[in-house]
């Protein structure tokens, strides 16, 4: 196929012209059903055989994720049915996962129920992961994990209820969903975003699903969603002055002596953050700053 050709056949799938790409692919022979190589070769687009040419995967490649991009449903489905031995590589699924289309998604699966749970980077990221960092809709989420998607996979660490915690809007919804699909709350760092952001209703349901009060915010936490390393949820609340969140935590038996990564207990970070409202709140309820024994 000419290099003429194969810009308008990328153009087609961005654009969503089928009669234009249907005129390039199936005219004169020009590109057969089922060309012989299914895999990936980066050398050349097309390849001739017997006078005739082949398109090589690596522009089928490029024209399903251009089509994916543009949620242009049915030209990924077109080129599904004409090259069927086409092997989904990640660049067309992670445009799939961050188009949000649900009608998009099922034809990937139809074609290999694998890309449910493709993983990226080595394991690093996963399509429900893509989905969730870019707060998509919670039936799309609804939809990736009806087909079969692991609800305690991660993004480089950080696992998908704290990446829903994050959602403006449908953050309660989302971190419903993925408990009832079986995330485990209990190590999950969600609560630690949740109090970060001041989300009582969020803070609330994750205590009332079984969150440890207590956890820890790892290392990736920190780097992806900008929490302090090794600060639990009570401190991070203090941090942000979220007096109301600080109660909720002590209701539901936050430790106030737990020492944060500068050593500090949650007193001493109200006074160094200068939140004398949330101080006053803690002296209240009889917290000093060490637990009586504890050398200061």
Not at 23 to 30: A, E
Not at 136 to 145: A, K, N, Q, W
Not at 163 to 182: D, P, W, Y
Not at 218 to 232: E, M, T
Request: hydrophobic content about 40%; aromatic content about 6%; some cysteine.
């Amino acid at each position: 196929m000419p290099e003429v050709h194969e810009n308008e056949a990328l153009e087609a799938c961005s654009t969503g012209n089928l009669s234009i790409l249907k005129g390039l692919l199936l005219s004169d022979g020009t590109f057969p059903r089922d060309s012989a190589s299914t895999k990936l070769d980066t050398h050349c687009h097309t390849s001739r055989t017997d006078d005739q040419f082949h398109p090589n995967p690596l522009l089928i490649s490029q024209m399903l994720e251009r089509a994916a991009q543009n949620s242009h449903t049915n030209i990924v489905q077109f080129i599904l049915d004409e090259y069927p031995k086409t092997e989904l590589y990640e660049s067309s699924v992670r445009r799939a996962a961050q188009s949000g289309s649900i009608e998009l998604y099922k034809v990937l699966l139809s074609h290999d129920p694998t890309v449910i749970d493709m993983d990226f980077y080595d394991g690093r990221e996963f399509p429900i992961t893509v989905a969730l960092n870019i707060d998509t809709s919670p039936e799309f989420i609804g939809f990736l994990l009806s087909a079969g998607a692991d609800p305690n996979v991660g993004a480089f660490g950080v696992d998908c209820l704290a990446l829903a915690t994050r959602s403006r809007v449908n953050s309660l919804k989302l971190c419903a969903m993925l408990i009832e699909s079986g995330a485990d709350v209990k190590k999950s760092c969600a609560l630690s975003v949740a109090a970060r952001q001041g989300r009582l209703d969020v803070v609330r349901y994750l205590l009332q699903q079984g969150a440890d009060v207590n956890n820890l915010s790892n290392g990736r936490a920190r780097d992806v969603l900008d929490l302090s390393h090794n600060w639990p949820p009570l401190h991070t609340a203090i941090e942000e002055g979220y007096l109301n969140v600080c109660v909720l935590l002590l209701d539901h038996g936050a430790d106030p002596y737990t020492l944060d990564k500068h050593g500090r207990t949650a007193l001493q970070v109200a006074r160094a953050s200068e939140i004398q409202e949330i101080a006053r709140m803690l002296q209240a309820r009889g917290i000093v700053e060490h637990r009586e024994g504890e050398p200061a």
